[in-house]
């Protein structure tokens, strides 16, 4: 597991969105903030698993978290532009920003994929990665060292057999991260960078493996060390990095 111990206050005062933040990776991010003293706004499509999150958060007795139901496949700049508006409106600043949210879509032959497939796969896992980060920069550069995360795979840093568009998806994310974490180098004190997880106890790792034994991976809350060195203070100038969450 990436090394890293999280001091209990690590995250006091900061305001990270988690995209996705309903289930999985994702859920067990923004509980993980929020218990580490952030205040998280919880981004997903299905509210009711966005409130059943929030109810855990404020049940333990962490910062107050917000929801924001967004849907990455049809959601419109105006969107974006508002969530911006909002979040200036109640914190005036982002400190976090972690693209969590995606489809695996179809793992077969890339003759075989069908366009419309491919199209809301890049859509969900793509375009919105972009459209938020772009709506969300003027509240980055607000907070005094944001840090933005792309949830990566192994199959977005070496190509593989079948993986489809999921795979081309995650090869542009860290292109989007190489290009944005470029960017910000020596003009903010912005970093970027991504994250391989790795294989990860969720409904995504299932449907991509149906045969395997859950038991075999790590649950979410156990890969969590290298997003919150990520996400705090310990990582200032640590920027255009691909991590890993294990070994
Ligand atoms: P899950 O499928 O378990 O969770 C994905 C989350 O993204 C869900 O909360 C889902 O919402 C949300 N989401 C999907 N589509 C949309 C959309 N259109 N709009 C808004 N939210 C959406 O995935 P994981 O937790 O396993 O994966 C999290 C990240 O980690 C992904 O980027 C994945 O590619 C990456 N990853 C995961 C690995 C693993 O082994 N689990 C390995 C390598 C990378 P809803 O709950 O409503 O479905």
């Not at 919105?128 to 792309?150: H, I």
């Not at 090869?171 to 903010?188: C, I, K, P, R």
């Amino acid at each position: 597991m990436f090394d890293y111990r999280a001091a209990a206050d690590l995250l006091q005062g900061r305001v990270i969105l988690v995209t996705g933040a309903g289930d999985g990776i994702g859920r067990a991010c923004a509980i993980s903030c929020a218990a580490h003293g952030a205040s998280v706004v919880l981004l997903g499509r299905t509210l009711s698993k966005l409130e059943a999150v929030y109810d855990e958060i404020e049940a333990a007795g962490y910062p107050q978290p917000a929801i924001c139901p967004l849907n990455l496949e049809t959601a419109a700049e105006k969107d974006y532009d508002d969530l911006a508006d909002q979040l200036f409106d109640t914190f005036g600043k982002l400190d976090g920003l972690v693209h969590n949210a995606a489809l695996l879509g179809p793992r077969t032959m890339l003759d075989n994929v069908k366009n419309e497939d491919w199209q809301q796969l890049m859509q969900v896992n793509v375009n919105a990665p972009f459209a938020l980060t772009k709506a969300m920069m003027p509240l980055l550069r607000a907070a005094p060292d944001a840090s933005v995360v792309f949830l990566s795979s192994s199959v977005g840093r070496k190509g593989r057999a079948y993986w489809g568009p999921y795979a081309v998806s995650k090869f542009a994310l860290e292109g989007l991260m190489q290009v944005l974490a470029d960017e910000q180098d020596g003009t903010s004190e912005i970093r970027v960078n991504s994250v391989n997880p790795g294989a990860t106890r969720t409904a995504m790792r299932k449907a991509a493996y149906p045969a395997e034994e859950p038991e075999k991976n790590p649950e979410p809350s156990e890969i969590m060390p290298v997003f919150l060195y990520l996400l705090g203070a310990d990582s200032k100038g640590v920027n255009g990095q691909a991590l890993n969450a294990r070994d």
